[in-house]
C-alpha cells in the first residue's frame, strides 16, 4: 500500500519500533522479537508490557474477517475502565497503533511492572483523549502530526512480494539502565550493540537506493559513451559473463 491519508507502511521491525518510540519521547522500553510463547521465553525477557501480534493486511482476508471476534465480544466498556483503545480508521498505521495500546496502557501499571515514562508528546495525546470514544480516538491519532510525523520517518521504499507476512514481538523494558546499575558489562555490551545495528539499520531505511544505483550507473554509461569505449566496455562484461556460466557448467 501507498501512502493513504498521509500514513505510509512502515516494517514490522525491532529497532524500527524502537527507534519510533523514543523519538516521540518515550524512555526505557524496547521491542524483541518473538519466536515462541512459551513461559521461559517470556520469563526470559524480564518486565514484559505487551505482546503484538502483526500480519499483513490484505483484501482478501479483509473481506473474510467477521463483523466480531470468533472467540469472544468487543468490551464496550473498556475505555470507561480507563483502559486506552483507539478504533483504528487508518490502513497503514497497524504497527504504530499497536504499540500505542500497549505503551499508554502502562505509563501507571500494576505491580510489579514499572511505569513507562511517556513522554510530553504521548502524555499530552493521551490527556486530551481522555474520556474520547474508541472512534474519536482514532480520529485524534490519525491528526496527530506528532505521531504521523514520527511514523513516516521509518516509510518503507518499496514492498517485495517474497517479505514475511507476519510477525510477533514483546514490549519489555530496556535492560540497559538495570545492567549499569549491576555492573553487568557483558549484557551491557549486547545490547549497546543491538541498538548500534538497529541504528545503522534505520539509517539505510530512510533511503531509497535503487534511484542512486540509477543515476550512478547512468554517469558510468555515459563517461564510457565520452570516451569511446561504451561499446569496448559492453563487450569486456558480456565476456565476463559468458565464462562465469561457462564455469558453472563446467563444475
Sequence with gaps: MGDVGGWSTIESDEGVFTSLIETLGVQNVQFEELISLDADTIRSLGSVYGVIFLFKWTREAAGARAEAPIDGTYDETAAENNVFFAAQTIQNACGTQA????????????????????????????????????????????????????????????????????????????????????????????????????????????WNFVGFIGEMMKGVAGAKERDGKYDEWVDAAKAETRKKIESRRGA
Excluded: C
Design 99 to 206: 504499540i500505542l495500546s500497549v505503551i499508554l496502557n502502562h505509563d501507571n501499571p500494576p505491580k510489579p511492572l514499572p511505569a513507562i515514562p511517556l513522554g510530553t508528546e504521548l502524555a499530552s495525546f493521551k490527556d486530551f483523549t481522555t474520556g474520547f470514544p474508541p472512534e474519536l480516538r482514532g480520529e485524534a491519532l490519525s491528526n496527530s502530526e506528532a505521531i504521523r510525523t514520527a511514523h513516516n520517518t521509518f516509510a518503507k521504499s518499496q514492498y517485495p512480494p517474497e517479505e514475511t507476512h507476519f510477525n510477533l514481538m514483546a514490549v519489555v523494558q530496556d535492560p540497559r539502565p538495570r545492567a549499569r546499575e549491576i555492573g553487568d558489562a557483558e549484557t551491557l555490551e549486547r545490547e549497546e550493540r543491538k541498538r548500534a545495528a538497529w541504528q545503522w539499520e534505520n539509517t539505510l531505511r530512510r
